[in-house]
């Protein structure tokens, strides 16, 4: 059987995974107690989940509330050796607890393997639409990076498009500034999207939160610094004349695409730049250069 056979097998039997954690726990390690209960000392937070950042604030009125009713839904674990267990799903849950002083937590336990359990902290996280845009697209980046995962096969797991995962995968080639703005939510990634191709993302993206711009208007924004060359930017230093040879290159690439290219020669190496305006313009790009995304 292939490996996108038994990929696209695995991301239906995510679902059923996912509907499963609710229900009552049949089997529990010697370690546990027959109701499903497990001493917080022997659980341990998953280094792979996607999830980095939890409001303090959050945690602590969900830490007041567990402390007064219990934790209402199961944390998802693993077992590990020694007869301890590792988070699949409910990171959260488990540092609040922590916070409230419970001794013991309920679980259920899906003995899974790495791919599997990071695919599940994947699905429950964007399913509650707990991460932010940079955390989840870390997280596909590792899936493709460890596991071979083409973005379609991230598309069908998670039951989003493949332009989606695309789309998030994007938000990682943004300068550092921009995303620490993003993670922090100053910037929504329909405005980090808007600006990704501009010729200065960080200029925009402060523009764009000093402004208080709604993602419209960062995408007319975006599309005015494209039709002026960044010049708002400020002065630059002159570029110098192309040779008639580079020119003619230039003019052969750009036949070839579709789309404009430029060629820049520097003392060692160069850059070959190519613009494009929809993703359809991408997509083609990849397929000429063989390339799958």
Not at 167 to 181: F, G, K, Q
Not at 187 to 199: K, M, Q
Not at 248 to 266: F, P, Q
Request: hydrophobic share 35%; with cysteine; proline share 5%.
């Amino acid at each position: 059987m292939s490996d996108d056979g038994s990929k696209r097998r695995l991301g239906r039997g995510l679902a059923a995974l996912i509907g499963e954690m609710d229900q009552p726990i049949e089997n529990v390690q010697s370690r546990a107690r027959a109701d499903g209960f497990v001493p917080i000392e022997l659980i341990s937070r998953n280094p792979n989940n996607p999830r980095r950042q939890f409001d303090a604030e959050d945690l602590k009125d969900l830490a007041q509330s567990i402390g007064r009713h219990g934790i209402v839904q199961p944390v998802v674990v693993r077992s590990r050796p020694q007869g301890r267990f590792e988070i699949i799903a409910g990171e959260r849950r488990w540092r609040a607890a922590q916070q409230a002083g419970l001794v013991e937590v309920p679980v259920i336990i899906r003995d899974v393997d790495d791919r599997t359990a990071l695919e599940l902290a994947i699905v429950e996280n964007v399913q509650r639409s707990d991460l932010n845009p940079l955390e989840e697209a870390m997280g596909y980046e590792q899936l493709i990076a460890d596991h071979g995962y083409t973005q379609n096969d991230l598309g069908d797991i998670i039951g989003k498009s493949r332009s989606h995962v695309a789309n998030s995968l994007r938000l990682l080639r943004l300068p550092e500034p921009v995303r620490e703005m993003l993670a922090g939510g100053e910037l929504s990634s329909g405005h980090a999207r808007a600006i990704a191709t501009t010729s200065d993302p960080t200029r925009l993206a402060r523009d764009i939160v000093s402004k208080g711009l709604s993602v419209r208007e960062a995408e007319r924004l975006a599309q005015k610094d494209a039709e002026d060359g960044g010049r708002s930017a400020g002065p630059r230093e002159p570029r110098p004349e192309k040779d008639a040879d580079t020119l003619a290159l230039e003019r052969s690439l750009s036949d070839v695409l579709g789309l404009k290219v430029e060629v820049s020669h520097k003392t060692r190496g160069g850059q070959l730049r190519i613009e494009y305006k929809t993703l359809d313009q991408l997509d083609e790009v990849c397929r000429l250069l063989g390339a799958h995304r």
